[in-house]
Every structure is written in C-alpha cells, then in structure tokens.
C-alpha cells in the first residue's frame, strides 16, 4: 500500500456499503481496483471465487489480471472473476441456459452474421440501410425495450422498419439456438428479473462487484449491476463523468446520477492528483472541461511540474498540416532522443488519417492504426471459425452455409436453397434437415451425397473435439478440408501466401490457448467470439508512431501528443451541436488533452479541401476555452494577440541567457 495517496488508501479500505470512486484522468483508478481486490482476499477473508471485476475491453480486463497475479499470486488471482461484461454474461448464460430455453452450446453471432438475418427480414443487401437498422435494434436491446414496445414507439420510416425487422430477427436467433452482443447483458437482465432463485444464487456467488469505466454503462448493464449486487450492495464503481464520450453508442451519463439517488448510503471519493501530465496541460484540460454541466466537482492536479507550453499551430491547408505535423514529429524525435511509439497523432474520425498515414510513409516512420481491421474479421479466419462454430453447435445456420460452402465439396446453391426452405417448414436446423426422409425426397441422390458426407465428417470431428486436446483436431480439419490447397487455387501466390499465414496463426494462438488452459476446441469456441488478438500482441513491443481516433484513445497514455483538425465541423462535430451532445464533444476535447504526458500539439486547418474543393474553416470554440496562459499559438489570427505565456517564455529566455542558464521549466 506505499505510496497511496489518502484518497486512494480510502477507496481501498471502504467497505461500509456501496462507493463511488471518481477517479479524474490518470489518478491511478487500476491501481485502486486491484490493490482493493488484494485487501478483500488478503485482509478481510473474502473468497477470489467470490470477487468479480468488470471492464469494458479485454486488454483492461488482461492488465487487471496480471497485475492482481503479482499482488495475490497466479493461483488465487486465477479465481478472481475479471472479465468485460460479455464475458460475464456468457458465462451466466452457459451456466443457466436451460431456463431460458437455450442450450449450452448456443452460438454467439457476430454482426456480419446478425447483418444476414436482418437483410433477410428487411429485403435488402444494402450496407448503409443495414448498419442503420442493426445500430437502432442494438440500440433498444440495450434499453431493454422489447420487440413489441418498439413496434408502437417507432416514429421515422427506418425505425418502423426496424421494429418490424426486430421481432423476426429476435425469432430467427432464438431458432438457431444463438445470440447476438446485446443478448450476453440483455438475457441475464431478463433472466435474473424473471427467476429470483437464480439471482439469489449468483448474488451469493459474486459477494462483491467493483466495476471499471463505470460512466461508459447503458441500461442495461447498469440493470445487470443492480441485479447481481441485490440488496447488500457490496460494490465499488469505477468511473469519471468527465470521459463520459460514448453516448452515440448507448452509454448513458444518468447511470452516475442514478446512483446516489438509488443508493442513499452510497459514500463519493474523488481521485484528483492526476500521476501522468504537467501542470499546463492539466490547467487547459480543466479549464475545457470547467464549461461543461458538472455532475461532480473536481480538478486534476499534479506535482510533475509546469513543463513546456502547449503549441496552437494554424496551418494553411489539410496537407499543410500533415507534412508540418510529420516534420514537427522527426524533429522533436531528433533533438529529445526519443522513440517513435513516444508519440500519438489523434483525431476525431477515422478519414482524418489518410493523409497522415501518407505522410508516415513518405518519410518512411513506422506507424500502427487502431481500429483498423481486426484479425477476426479476416475472410481466412471467419472461414475457419465457421467450422468450429459447427462442431460447437450443428444448429449454427449461418455456420453451416460458410463451412458446407468453403472451400467448396460439391454442395450447390440450389441443393442448399432446397435444404433451407424445408428447414423452414419442419422449424429445425439445416443440419437435422439433411438427415430427414423428407427432405431426401426433393433431392436427387447425387445432390444428397455430399451433403451427407460433409454433416458426417463433422459429426465424426465433433465427438474429438470435445475430448481431445485443441493441438490436435484442429491441423486434422485444416488438412482434411485442405484449406491451404483451396486458397492457392482462388488467390495470387502473395495473396494466398499471407492469408495461409494468417490461417496458421490462428491455428498457433488456438492450440497454445488450449494447452495453456487446458481447454478443447469446443471449450474455446464457446468464448472465440469476445476474444480480440489486440493487435495481434505486438501493438506493445512494436516502436512506431500510434494514429487513434479520439475514442479509442481513452484509458492510454503518451509522452508526446498532436491532436490535429481541431476545427469547428469536426471536433465539435457538425453534427453534435446540440446542447448534450456538445458537452459529450467537449468531453472527447478533454480526453484528447489528457492523453499527453509531456508536450501537446495542437493544429487546425484555416481551410481544408473537400472533395475538389477548398472549405473555410475556423478553429475550434475548444481551443480558446483552453485559455491563453499556457498555450503558444503559431500563425493565425490567435498568434496575433499578445498572451501572456509567450511573453513569461521570452522573458525567462532573455534572463537565462543574461545568467548562462536555462530558461526554468523548460525540458531537454
């Protein structure tokens, strides 16, 4: 415990009923988690079994086990339930499957998947209408409004069409035995409200909750949370109104307010001594965030000393501000002696990297992109995975088709259009169909043959796959479907090359997970679905120059920050204007700020070309809410009035070189 501050020592040894702990950026909110979770086991007798720690991502929810291992040991912290809330729920439902009608082997559906059956029931193939409709069904599962609700408050014609689309989607997933994202929080909600016994059971389970990130929570997992910690209220919530920025994707701000109002007793601990940034970025970030409705007062502060000002460059044009970026990047690197995974070029939407990567690329510097594809949404991957779907559960439809389809075995379109239409009348999977008697009749034997042989051969798989160690079934059905042969046969040689590599990879990561956790194939396709390869593991090793996005730049860190196309129209987005929506944009502004540990770069364009054409652009309302103090502004209108901060820099300079020093406060 050396080394706490009093609040976070607080925060720790709390345990008189429910807390909230308002832990500002970088105030070291981990630490308290996992040092909490130490004192629960070490000094006041509570089981690891009975602890559940909940994150948003899987890399929060690794970091947390790791460093809770060197507090209690591989062993004990091996109990521990740290997880991201559709670990969790997948859990629940494994375990409790058959009162909600489902089997253990359901199959969870990704969104290309669940984009299948939704282009089904709206008749259309078009991407823009489909994500539309996907993002509005998504969207009222996670405010637990019904099928039946939706349908009488849709208003706009794309909602009416969606609530239409939503009760056959809802049937369509319940008949091949799966579910979607939504479904790993929305069903124990579902099941806990409708079956107390069972609530009471995982009550007594999960004896205390603590909850990370806990602004970012939308109904329904903040249901879930009230339904697992029943009445003992035994938790600790995480969380920072201040980095509140998910609300287009269903997080909702209210769930903090709900809680002193749902909780009386709840006991409020703000963490403000931020262990990461100087004092001038700190000041600007608070002085941005002091414009926002505060839910809670608070400031960050630090003792790591005032450090350098924060630059405001105007450039000319959206080129102009890439290559001055790039260049301002090299030389920085150059005269600091640093390396290039120092340094972070954020902005607000994905398009605004193109040119940067250009850039990069140009000057030959190593860069890594977040949010760029992942490796499970590899077509190789998907393929592969299609089959273990299968051998999880034979009644996984869209399974069926990719595996009976690819590579290809002599199952035509027309054989699988006749397989499905009589699926549909007997109301059973594709899989059971190809056995019947009656769906024999309407097929010629030649038709018949490979499809019994292919549900054959996975039957004889699935048997070994539930048995025998991962390293061992999974090179038998790469060799027996020949994948490998296929992909050259369809691919250029470089093509095939990689996705081939891609294959092994895959199947490298599957059998060492297997021997590691002592899991089968079958054992770990249940959970494939919610595991993410981050990067590929190399994102922390790999010496390049990080390009995020504002969002998924949150909860990281970097000694040296540029946050570019700080204008009016992109951040505050054009389209987030209104009053709410603009505090959640000022909020992005803030997390953006705080990312940077040493020096921060600003930059906006004067005019930024569009298509064929030159917009006007104006800075962002953001960057004078930073105030002047602190900030040096280069070109523009703003660099044409004196502020202070520049005039304090020079003076210091000149007396510095009177006295043969360095101006204070300055690094390097």
């Not at 703000?270 to 007062?297: C, H, P, W």
């Not at 790039?326 to 193109?354: C, V």
């Not at 990561?509 to 002592?518: A, L, Q, R, Y």
Request: glycine share 6%; proline share 3%.
């Amino acid at each position: 415990m050396s080394g706490l501050n009093p609040q976070q020592y607080e925060a720790i040894h709390y345990l008189n009923g429910p807390l909230l702990v308002l832990a500002g950026a970088g105030s070291g909110k981990t630490r308290v988690i996992t040092q909490k979770i130490a004192y629960l086991v070490q000094d006041c007798g509570f089981q690891p079994r009975n602890i559940a720690a909940i994150t948003f991502t899987n890399k929060a929810a690794k970091e947390m086990q790791e460093r809770i291992g060197k507090l209690l040991g591989k062993a004990q912290a091996g109990d521990l339930q740290i997880s991201t809330f559709h670990s969790l729920g997948v859990r629940i439902l494994r375990e409790e499957a058959k009162v909600l009608g489902y089997k253990p082997r359901f199959s969870i559906f990704d969104s290309a998947d669940c984009a299948g059956i939704i282009g089904e029931a709206a008749k259309t193939v078009d991407k823009a209408t489909l994500r539309q409709l996907q993002s509005i069904i998504s969207n009222w599962k996670n405010a637990l409004i019904t099928p039946e609700r939706a349908l009488q408050i849709a208003t706009s014609e794309h909602e009416k069409l969606a609530a239409h689309v939503f009760l056959t989607y809802e049937a369509t997933l319940k008949a091949y035995q799966a579910v979607d994202f939504d479904d790993l929080i929305g069903l124990p909600v579902k099941l806990f409200s409708e079956h107390p016994e069972v609530a009471d059971k995982w009550q007594n389970r999960l004896r205390y909750l603590l909850v990370d990130e806990y602004q970012d929570t939308n109904a329904c997992q903040y249901q879930l949370l009230k339904l697992l910690t029943g009445v003992r209220a035994q938790f600790t919530a995480v969380g920072d109104d201040d980095q509140a920025i998910y609300g287009w994707r269903g997080a909702d701000i209210e769930n903090l307010k709900r809680l002193p109002a749902e909780f009386p007793t709840l006991k409020v601990i703000k963490l403000e001594q931020n262990y990461r940034s100087t004092e001038r970025i700190l000041r600007a970030a608070n002085n941005v965030i002091g414009n926002n409705e505060k839910l809670f007062d608070k400031k960050l502060w630090s003792d790591i000393g005032v450090g350098e000002q924060i630059a405001v460059q105007a450039c000319r044009d959206n080129e102009a501000e890439a290559e001055g970026v790039i260049m301002k990047l090299q030389s920085h690197k150059f005269e600091n002696r640093t390396k290039f995974k120092d340094y972070a070029i954020l902005y607000r939407s994905n398009h605004q990297a193109r040119l940067f990567e250009t850039h990069l690329r140009n000057h030959k510097i190593p860069y890594l992109l977040s949010g760029g594809q992942s490796f499970f949404d590899k077509a190789e991957i998907k393929d592969i995975i299609a089959y273990l779907r299968l051998l999880t559960n034979e009644d996984d439809d869209p399974a069926f088709i990719r595996a009976a389809t690819t590579p290809k075995r002599g199952i035509g379109a027309a054989t699988l259009q006749v397989l499905g239409q009589y699926a549909g009348e007997r109301h059973v999977s594709l899989f059971q169909a190809a056995f019947e008697e009656g769906f024999a009749q309407r097929v010629q034997a030649r038709q018949l043959e490979p499809l019994h042989e292919f549900c054959q051969f996975i039957n004889r798989l699935q048997s070994r796959a539930s048995r025998e160690p991962a390293n061992q079934v999974l090179p038998d059905l790469l060799k027996a479907i020949d994948y490998e042969a296929w992909l050259y046969d369809q691919e250029e040689q470089r093509a095939a090359q990689t996705r081939w590599a891609n294959v092994c990879e895959f199947a490298e990561w599957i059998n060492k997970k297997g021997s590691e956790d002592g899991k089968t194939l079958i054992d770990l396709t249940q959970s494939i679905a919610l595991i993410n390869m981050l990067d590929k593991q190399v994102a922390d090793e790999f010496d390049g120059v990080q390009l995020s996005t504002l969002h998924a730049s949150k909860g990281l860190e970097y000694p040296h920050v540029f946050l570019v196309g700080v204008e009016e129209g992109i951040l505050p987005h054009r389209e987030s204007q209104e009053a709410d929506k603009l505090q959640e944009e000022r909020r992005l502004m803030y997390v953006g700020i705080t990312r940077a540990k040493r020096s921060l770069h600003i930059s906006y364009c004067e005019r930024r070309k569009q298509a064929r054409e030159f917009i006007t652009c104006e800075p962002s309302r953001f960057i004078d809410e930073m105030g002047r103090d602190d900030v040096r502004f280069l070109g523009g209108k703003a660099a044409e009035k004196p502020d202070r901060a520049t005039g304090n820099a020079r003076l210091e300079a000149m007396k510095a070189m009177l006295s043969g020093g360095r101006p204070k406060g300055e690094e390097n």
